[in-house]
Every structure is written in structure tokens, then in C-alpha cells.
């Protein structure tokens, strides 16, 4: 008989003995697969932590406590297991669950979440606040190995021991294996070492100690003798350092392990750190033979473990990915810098034909950006690849290091606009609007593969900072005769009839679909495409728009500051009098699903915005 399917979840798991705490554990994972296979999502992480998160809901009360994930990628056993069980099959659709963690969406989420690094900050946080209002409430952060690589953590960290606040940390080291003796050995001392018995010793003699003469010292060299203990057989002498107690590395596939471990942890006073070493993929050979393929994957036959493939065009990030290796072997001084996302980027290829010129700098955007600063300032030419989502975490770099001393510096940044399944945490919505009021910044955004191409290669040719922004997914091809890509020139597509549409990126295929809609009513439209985001030449759009009777402006960008308020802003300058339309993304977050569903809900559809303007200027014409 299945546990999962007649379990009251989540407060039936605290009834569980060890064999059927297992057992709960293989049936998550066949559920999880089942499932994902379907809906795609982050699979790799969360296969890895499932017997965790159990022992995280036997000991803890998750309305109660609260418990912290970092980023989200491993908290599917989670949402299966405390309240999204029989929801978890509309996994990132429209109208569906999110797949990160999102307090808006259960009371069972502590933190909403999605950027990485953030879950000791936020824990310490919110354990601070029950401390304030006297609340009795068990706090604990889940972060990732990965994770750890960025500074927030390490910030947070450091003034979580300057607070000394009882709170749990786990890291979930998802990348190291540990030997089995090693281990054993540590997981031993650290039972030891954190258990009832041992607990209520060390404080008892310290107490005894800090109250007799000479006590003091004797105490600071007990400590001394403990650390160098621990130090001898553990990794924990960084944490313990930062004022934590160090607890691990614990077998994170070992439950009855962890429960202890998570108990111990439960009675320190003072922050703990629990070292947890868990497998990627863990239960599926697939993912487990490539853990990095799996970290996130659509659809995928549960056989086999290979992708359901739904089109063979190549990307934007394809297309990059070619680009930059063909510029990178005419230019000894182009280097190529990612935070911690080679493949997502398509920066692989680079890595292996120039391992000496790629720089993967982990979780660390901010970093990234000003390591690519020093870089230029020393006479190379950096090619900075970022999510648009991430590379907001280093607006300050931009603007101070780079921009501020015109380097030339090449911001790439893929998954501009929406990106459909991740959700508002993902969404490129606001690069536009906040590069663009950069001084000294270049800003493009093609309309299709070859215009990326083409203003790749115009990056070569310009000194200063240069930021090209393009969608996720399958690149658009046009068969319009080509005009060459040149500095703050718009392509005039056509300058045909009384009205214009003017899109600023790859939204350029609802602006045509317009166009021909339109046109079959029998009205010429004129279709621009800006390219150009910062700097524009005012002459060559005017000279198209100044004489229309109204303009539709469109962008898959944050409305606020984007391109549709710069081509407002020249037109109003410049005393047009007619009607301008303006559609983008509201001054909204917009929720996850796939990309048509979403372009439907804040109406930047070509038949959304036909059905408005048709008959308007079918009326004027």
C-alpha cells in the first residue's frame, strides 16, 4: 500500500518509523519523476534532497517553524509533501504552482525565492523578528553548495555570528562526495559532539570554569582543545570560526543520520551549521550520470531520461554561442566571464576552444561584471554572458565600474523579455529600463538570429560599454532584404501609409503579424524596428513617424522607462500630434506559464492590440 497516497501530509510523516521513512522516500521520487518527466523543472537538485526534507518535516512544524530553501531548485519533495501533492502536476503551467517556493502560493513557504544565495539572510531575518516578538519558532535556511559561492551568504554568515541567534543552517553540498570512513568518523564526532549528554557537560563546565580563579584561561584553552579536535577530523574550522557549531558531513541519504543530526542541531544554543552530503539525481541513473543536464530539463521520456523535443531551430544562445567562438579566433583579447552558468549562456564551446580566456566566477554577478571591468582596463576585450534576471543583482558594477570609465566591456544578455515556466523571479522584464539610463552605454536588441549576429560583430568595433539584449528559445528569421546594423539606426522596414508600428526586439514577430493583419483590412502600415535601444538617431524616426496619424509602440519589457518611454519621449519632444499606443509589460509581475499564454494576459498580442486599434483607424482612414 502507497504511503504517499494515504499519508495526512504533513503531520502524518511524525508517526513514520525509519523503514517507512524510506520507503516515503522512494515513493516521492517516483512521484516527483513522474511528473516532471511531464512538466519539466528542476529535477537534479530536488531528486537529491528528498530524504532531507523528510527529516526536516518529522522534527520541525513547518506552519510553525520555518523553513528557508534556498533558490527553490530543491524544494519539490517539499511542495509534494506538505500541501501541493495533488496540485504538483501543473508544475510551472499557466495558472499552475510555481517551481520555486512563493509565499503567496502556500503558508507552508517561509521566503519566497528564485535568485540564489538569499535563504541564511532572509532566515536570519525572520528568526531575529521571533526573537523581538518573544515567538517560540525553530528557523532554518537549506542552502546549496552552489550557492555558497556568493557573498550575500558569506554576509550573512558573518553577521548571523555577530548575532549569535539560534538558527540552522544546512548546506546541502550536492557536488563533493565524502568517503565512507571519513565520513563515518566525522558523522560520529559530531554526534558526540552536539548530542544531550555532551551539550549539557560543555556547559556546565564552562560555567564552573568562567567562576573560578584563573577559570578563564583554562576555558579558552578547553575551547582551543575542542576546535583543534574537530579541526583534525572535520571541514567545519571556517564555520566554527564564524561562530558556528559545525555539525557533519552527514550521509543526506541516511535518514535515521539526519533526524539525529537535525535534533542535535535543535538544541544548540547559538547558530549550527549541518554539513549534508547528498547525491544529484539521486534514484534516477540518468540525471545521476549527468546531474548537470538534469539541473533543469522540460519534458523528458521517464525511460530513457532523453528530451521530448518539440523543434530543432537553433537558439539565440546557439547563435551566440557560434558568434563569440568566431570573434574570439580573429581576437587574441577577447575573454568570455559567466556566473556559474556555462551551458545556460552557451559559453561551453568557448570554455573548450579557450579554457584559458573563459572565467567561470561561480554565483557572483557583481563580481563578475567588476573582474570584467579590471580585465578591460588592462587591454582585453570581455564578452559578459548573464540571464537578464541575474545580471540586475550587479546594477551598481554596471554603473560605477564599467560605464563610469567607458570600458569596453560587452554585456550579453540572454533571456531578455519572457521566459516563460520560471516565472517573475526569471522574466528579462526590466533590462531595457534600467541599461538604458546609463550614460556611456550602448544598448541593442535584435529582432532575429541575424541581426545577433551582426551586432555581435559590431561589439568589436566600439570602445565603450556595449549591452545586446536577446530572448530565450528559437530564433526568428525574416525574409526582408537586409540593411546593415549601424550605430543607433533604426531598420525601416516599410514607410508605407498613414500609420506606424514600432517594436524594439524580438516582440518584432507580433509587430509584423499586425501588419499583415491590418494590411488585410487594407490599411498600409509603416513597421520599424528600432535595433537600437540607446544611442537612436531622432532624425531617421522622425522622418518615418513625425507624419503619421498615430503609432503603435511595442517591447517584451517593463513599460516604466523602456523603449516604448524613449520613442514617446522623442516623439512628444519633437511636437508629433497624433494618437501613440504603447504595449509592453504593465507595471506588474507577470506569473509563469508558456510564453503565448502570458503574452495573452498583459495583452501584447498582435490580435489583442488588432482588436483595439482596427477599428480606430479604419474610422480615421
Known amino acids: 500500500m502507497s504511503i504517499l497516497n494515504t499519508l ?15 520507503k516515503l522516500a522512494f515513493e516521492v521520487r517516483e512521484f516527483m519523476l513522474e511528473s516532471v518527466s511531464k512538466t519539466g523543472g528542476h529535477l537534479a537538485s530536488s531528486l537529491g534532497v528528498v530524504e532531507l526534507t523528510i527529516a526536516l518535516l518529522k522534527i520541525f512544524n513547518p506552519l510553525k517553524d520555518r523553513i528557508v530553501w534556498d533558490v527553490g531548485h530543491q524544494s519539490y519533495a517539499y511542495k509534494i509533501l506538505t500541501d501541493r501533492k ?4 501543473t508544475l510551472r503551467k499557466f495558472n499552475g504552482i510555481s517551481g520555486f517556493n512563493k509565499i503567496s502560493e502556500s503558508p507552508y513557504d517561509a521566503f519566497g525565492v528564485g535568485h540564489t544565495s538569499t535563504s541564511i539572510a532572509s532566515a536570519l531575518g525572520i528568526k531575529t523578528a521571533a526573537d523581538i516578538k518573544n515567538k517560540e519558532q525553530n528557523v532554518v535556511a537549506v542552502i546549496g553548495d552552489g550557492a555558497m559561492t556568493a557573498g550575500l551568504a558569506f554576509e550573512a554568515i558573518n553577521y548571523l555570528g555577530h548575532l549569535d541567534k539560534n538558527l540552522i543552517v544546512i548546506l546541502n553540498d550536492n557536488e563533493m562526495s565524502i568517503s565512507p570512513n571519513v565520513g563515518a568518523l566525522s558523522s560520529y564526532l559530531s554526534r558526540i559532539m552536539t548530542g544531550e549528554v555532551y551539550t549539557k557537560f560543555r556547559k556546565d563546565v564552562s560555567h564552573l570554569l568562567e567562576h573560578a580563579p584563573m577559570g578563564t584561561k583554562f576555558l579558552h584553552v578547553a575551547k582551543k582543545m575542542e576546535e583543534g579536535v574537530k579541526g583534525f577530523f572535520t571541514p567545519g574550522v571556517l564555520f566554527e570560526e564564524f561562530g558556528m557549531k559545525y555539525i557533519g558531513p552527514i ?6 543520520d539526519l533526524i539525529k543530526a537535525i535534533h542535535n542541531a535543535k538544541i544548540q544554543d547559538g547558530p549550527s551549521l ?91 554577478e557583481q563580481f563578475a561584471v567588476t573582474f570584467a571591468a579590471g580585465l578591460a582596463v588592462n587591454g582585453l576585450k570581455p ?24 570600458l569596453p566591456v560587452t554585456f550579453c544578455i540572454d533571456r531578455g523579455g519572457l521566459v516563460g515556466a520560471d516565472g517573475p523571479t526569471h522574466h528579462g522584464s526590466f533590462d531595457l529600463s534600467y541599461l538604458r539610463m546609463i550614460p556611456n552605454l550602448t544598448v541593442m536588441a535584435p529582432k532575429d538570429g541575424k541581426e545577433l549576429e551582426d551586432m555581435l560583430e559590431l561589439t568589436c568595433s566600439l ?20 540593411c546593415k546594423v549601424e550605430k543607433g539606426e533604426p531598420e525601416i522596414v516599410n514607410n508605407a501609409g498613414d500609420y ?21 483590412d487594407g490599411l498600409e502600415v509603416a513597421l520599424v524596428n528600432m535595433r537600437f535601444i540607446k544611442p537612436i538617431n531622432k532624425d531617421s524616426l522622425l522622418n518615418v513617424l513625425l507624419d503619421k496619424k498615430s503609432v503603435v509602440l511595442m517591447e517584451e519589457n517593463a513599460l516604466n522607462g523602456g523603449a516604448c518611454e524613449a520613442i514617446q519621449s522623442i516623439l512628444i519632444d519633437a511636437g508629433y500630434k497624433g494618437d501613440i499606443y504603447k504595449y509592453g509589460i504593465p507595471d506588474e509581475f507577470v506569473p509563469h506559464g508558456d510564453i503565448g499564454s502570458l503574452r495573452n ?10 482588436s483595439y486599434i482596427s477599428q480606430k483607424w479604419q474610422k480615421n482612414a
Open 500 to 520: 506606424a508600428i514600432v517594436s524594439a526586439g524580438h516582440i518584432f514577430s507580433e509587430a509584423e503579424k499586425l501588419q499583415n493583419m491590418l494590411k488585410n
Open 251 to 256: 550521509d543526506g541519504h541516511n535518514i535515521k
Open 463 to 482: 570602445d565603450g560599454p556595449v549591452a545586446v539584449r536577446y530572448p530565450r528559445g528559437a530564433a526568428d528569421k525574416y525574409d526582408y532584404s537586409y
Open 601 to 610: 494576459f498583459i495583452g501584447l498580442t498582435a490580435e489583442q492590440i488588432y
Open 86 to 89: 495533488d496540485t504538483f502536476n
Open 8 to 22: 495526512e501530509l504533513p503531520d502524518g510523516i511524525k508517526e513514520l518509523n525509519f523503514d517507512e521513512l524510506d
Open 383 to 406: 564578452y559578459v554572458a548573464i540571464y537578464s534576471t541575474f545580471l540586475q543583482r550587479a546594477f551598481d558594477s554596471i554603473v560605477h565600474d564599467v560605464a563610469l570609465q567607458n
Open 274 to 364: 549541518i554539513h549534508v552530503g547528498t547525491k544529484k539525481g539521486k534514484g534516477f541513473k540518468p540525471a545521476e550520470d549527468n546531474p548537470e543536464k538534469f539541473h533543469g530539463v522540460s519534458a523528458f521520456d521517464l525511460k530513457t531520461g532523453k528530451a521530448i523535443k518539440f523543434g530543432s531551430s537553433k537558439t539565440y544562445t546557439d547563435i551566440f554561442s557560434d558568434k563569440i567562438c568566431e570573434i574570439a579566433e580573429r581576437d587574441e583579447n577577447v575573454v568570455s566571464i559567466t556566473a556559474a552558468m556555462p551551458d545556460g549562456v552557451g559559453l561551453r564551446k568557448f570554455a573548450e576552444k579557450f579554457p584559458d580566456r573563459f572565467f567561470d566566477v561561480g554565483i557572483a
